[in-house]
C-alpha cells in the first residue's frame, strides 16, 4: 500500500462485495443515460454561465463597468476581470480535486456547481459603475465574483469527465467522455441565444438597463435541474475501489506532484491549443467581428454610447452588428457539438494521442489562414468559424477521456482538474487579451493571431509527442 494512503471513508466504501459487484451493483444504478445527463447538464451549466459572463464582457461589461476610460482601455479591462477567473480556476482544482480524491465525485460535482452557480446569479443583481457610490466597489464586486466563477469551474470540468469516464463500460471512454464536453457548444447555445434574442427584443438602452441581466439570473433555474439529475447518482466503480482497498489519499496535492509529476506537465501543454483556439473562437472573434470597420462607424458607435472618439486609436474590425455576428458564431457553435461527437468514436479507432496529433497540425494550418479568411468577406468569415469550430470540437472532445487516463485512479481528480486548469491559466486566460493586443498592434488584421495559435499547436505537439496512449488502460486497476 502506498505511504501516501488511508483508510478510506466508511460512508464512500462499497462493504465486503467483490470488485465485480462493486462495478455491477454501481452501473445497474448509474445507467448510461443518466450518467451522461448528469455529466452533460452539469458542463452545460458550468459553460452557460462562463459564456455569459464573455458575452457580456465583449458586449456591454465596458461601458457598465468602466465607464471613465477610452473605448480600448474599457475593452481591455473587461477582459483584464475575464482573465481573472482562470487565475482562479487553478485553486479550484486544488480544492476540489482534493475531495474529490478524498470524499468522492459526487458530492464535490455538487459543491462546484453551487458556488459556480451562486456566483453567476449575484453577477446579475449587481449594480454598475454609474450607480452612486459604486463607481469603485462595483468592479471590485465583479472581479470578486469572476473569481468565485472561476473557483466552481476548476474543480466542474474534471469531476464531470470522471463521472462519464469512470463509469463508462470498456472501449466506449472516450465516446462517453465527448458528452461532458458537449456542455461548451450546448452552453455557448443557450447563453447566446439569449444575448441575440435580448438585442432583437429589447432596445438597445434597455439591454444595457437591465437586459443583460437575464442570462445571469436564469442561471438559477438551470442548477437547480443539475443538481436534481446529480443528487440522483452513485458514486463511480473506481473511486468505490480506491475506497475498498484502503487507497485514499491523505494528500492528493502533495502525491500527485510525487507520482505523477510528468503527466501534470504533459496535461497541462495538451491542452494549451485547445485552449488557444477555443477563446480565439469564441472570447476574440466576437469582440473583433463586431467592432467597427471604418472611423465613420467608430464615432457613431461612440457617440451612440455618449463617449468621446479619438480617431489615433481606431482600429478597424469587421464591422458587423452584435446580433448578426452572434448569428455566425452560433452556427459555427453547432459543427463545434457535431464533432465533439465524431471525435469520440475516432479516439477509440485511432486512439487518443494519434489522433490529437493530427488535429493539432490542422490547427496549426488554420492559424495560417485565419487571418485571409475573416478578411474575404462574409462567406470568408463564415468558413473561417465553421472550420475553427470543427477543430475545436475535434480537440476538445476526446481531452475527457485522454487527460484522467494520465493519472492514477485515487489521485485521478487533482491531477486531471489540476492539468487541465494550469493550461486555462496559459492558455486561455492570456488569449483574448493577448489576441486584442496584437489585433490593435497590427491595426487591424489578425496575422498575429495566427502565428499565435501556431505557437500554441507547436507546444501541444511536443507535449504529445512526450505522453503515451491510454486507450488501453483499466480505469479501476490503476493505482499510484
Given amino acids: 500500500m502506498s505511504t501516501d494512503t488511508q483508510p478510506g471513508n466508511p460512508s464512500a466504501q462499497p462493504g465486503p462485495e467483490s470488485e465485480s459487484d462493486v462495478i455491477a451493483a454501481t452501473r445497474k444504478n448509474n445507467t448510461r443515460g443518466k450518467v451522461l445527463t448528469a455529466s452533460m447538464v452539469g458542463t452545460t451549466i458550468e459553460?452557460?454561465?462562463?459564456?455569459?459572463?464573455?458575452?457580456?464582457?465583449?458586449?456591454?461589461?465596458?461601458?457598465?463597468?468602466?465607464?471613465?476610460?477610452?473605448?480600448?482601455?474599457?475593452?481591455?479591462?473587461?477582459?483584464?476581470?475575464?482573465?481573472?477567473?482562470?487565475?482562479?480556476?487553478p485553486l479550484g482544482s486544488i480544492i476540489f480535486g482534493h475531495f474529490g480524491d478524498r470524499i468522492g465525485r459526487k458530492k464535490?460535482?455538487?459543491?462546484?456547481?453551487?458556488?459556480?452557480?451562486?456566483?453567476?446569479?449575484?453577477?446579475?443583481?449587481?449594480?454598475?459603475?454609474?450607480?452612486?457610490?459604486?463607481?469603485?466597489?462595483?468592479?471590485?464586486?465583479?472581479?470578486?465574483?469572476?473569481?468565485?466563477?472561476?473557483?466552481?469551474?476548476?474543480?466542474?470540468?474534471?469531476?464531470?469527465?470522471?463521472?462519464?469516464?469512470?463509469?463508462?463500460?470498456?472501449?466506449?471512454?472516450?465516446?462517453?467522455?465527448?458528452?461532458?464536453?458537449?456542455?461548451?457548444?450546448v452552453g455557448f447555445i443557450i447563453a447566446n441565444l439569449l444575448f441575440v434574442g435580448l438585442n432583437k427584443w429589447t432596445s438597445p438602452e434597455a439591454f444595457l438597463a437591465w437586459g443583460w441581466r437575464i442570462p445571469f439570473l436564469l442561471s438559477a433555474l438551470l442548477v437547480a435541474v443539475g443538481l436534481y439529475v446529480r443528487m440522483s447518482l452513485m458514486e463511480t466503480p473506481a473511486f468505490q475501489l480506491?475506497?475498498?482497498?484502503?487507497?485514499?489519499?491523505?494528500?492528493?496535492?502533495?502525491?500527485?506532484?510525487?507520482?505523477?509529476?510528468?503527466?501534470?506537465?504533459?496535461?497541462?501543454?495538451?491542452?494549451?491549443?485547445?485552449?488557444v483556439i477555443f477563446y480565439f473562437m469564441t472570447a476574440?472573434?466576437?469582440?473583433?467581428?463586431?467592432?467597427?470597420?471604418?472611423t465613420g462607424q467608430a464615432k457613431a458607435a461612440a457617440e451612440a454610447a455618449g463617449t468621446s472618439f479619438d480617431p489615433a486609436g481606431f482600429v478597424a474590425g469587421l464591422g458587423y452588428t452584435k446580433s448578426e455576428f452572434l448569428t455566425y458564431l452560433i452556427v459555427g457553435v453547432v459543427f463545434?457539438?457535431?464533432?465533439?461527437?465524431v471525435s469520440g468514436p475516432l479516439a477509440e479507432k485511432l486512439g487518443r494521442r494519434k489522433m490529437l496529433m493530427g488535429v493539432t497540425v490542422l490547427i496549426a494550418a488554420y492559424g495560417l489562414v485565419v487571418n485571409v479568411l475573416f478578411n474575404s468577406g462574409t462567406p470568408g468569415v463564415i468558413i473561417a468559424l465553421i472550420v475553427g469550430f470543427i477543430l475545436m470540437g475535434l480537440t476538445f472532445g476526446p481531452m475527457a477521456a485522454y487527460l484522467p487516463e494520465l493519472f492514477p485512479a485515487n489521485?485521478?481528480?487533482?491531477?486531471?482538474?489540476?492539468?487541465?486548469?494550469?493550461?486555462?491559466?496559459?492558455?486561455?486566460g492570456p488569449?483574448?487579451?493577448?489576441?486584442?493586443?496584437?489585433?490593435?498592434?497590427?491595426?487591424?488584421?489578425?496575422f498575429y493571431c495566427g502565428l499565435y495559435i501556431i505557437g500554441a499547436a507547436i507546444l501541444t505537439l511536443i507535449a504529445l509527442f512526450l505522453a503515451k496512449d491510454t486507450s488501453d488502460l483499466d480505469m479501476e486497476a490503476q493505482l499510484s
Avoid at 475506497?243 to 506532484?257: M, W
Avoid at 476574440?284 to 471604418?294: D, E, Q, R
Avoid at 463545434?336 to 461527437?341: C, E, M, N, P
Fill in 47 to 89: 459553460f452557460f454561465d462562463f459564456y455569459a459572463y464573455a458575452t457580456a464582457s465583449s458586449l456591454v461589461f465596458p461601458a457598465l463597468f468602466f465607464p471613465n476610460q477610452t473605448s480600448t482601455t474599457q475593452l481591455l479591462s473587461s477582459f483584464a476581470i475575464f482573465g481573472v477567473a482562470f487565475v482562479a480556476r
Fill in 108 to 185: 464535490t460535482l455538487i459543491a462546484s456547481l453551487l458556488i459556480m452557480g451562486i456566483g453567476t446569479f449575484l453577477i446579475g443583481l449587481l449594480p454598475t459603475a454609474s450607480t452612486p457610490g459604486w463607481i469603485v466597489l462595483a468592479p471590485l464586486l465583479l472581479v470578486l465574483l469572476r473569481f468565485c466563477q472561476g473557483v466552481g469551474l476548476g474543480g466542474e470540468w474534471s469531476g464531470a469527465a470522471l463521472l462519464a469516464t469512470e463509469n463508462a463500460p470498456k472501449g466506449k471512454r472516450a465516446i462517453w467522455g465527448t458528452f461532458p464536453q458537449l456542455g461548451a457548444p
Fill in 242 to 275: 480506491v475506497a475498498q482497498k484502503q487507497q485514499i489519499s491523505k494528500a492528493p496535492l502533495a502525491a500527485v506532484f510525487k507520482t505523477s509529476w510528468k503527466p501534470l506537465i504533459l496535461g497541462t501543454f495538451i491542452m494549451f491549443a485547445t485552449y
Fill in 284 to 294: 476574440f472573434t466576437l469582440t473583433y467581428g463586431t467592432s467597427p470597420a471604418t
Fill in 336 to 341: 463545434f457539438g457535431i464533432f465533439t461527437v
Fill in 411 to 428: 489521485v485521478r481528480y487533482t491531477g486531471s482538474a489540476i492539468s487541465y486548469n494550469m493550461s486555462s491559466v496559459i492558455g486561455a
Fill in 431 to 446: 488569449a483574448p487579451f493577448v489576441m486584442v493586443a496584437l489585433w490593435q498592434a497590427e491595426g487591424g488584421t489578425i
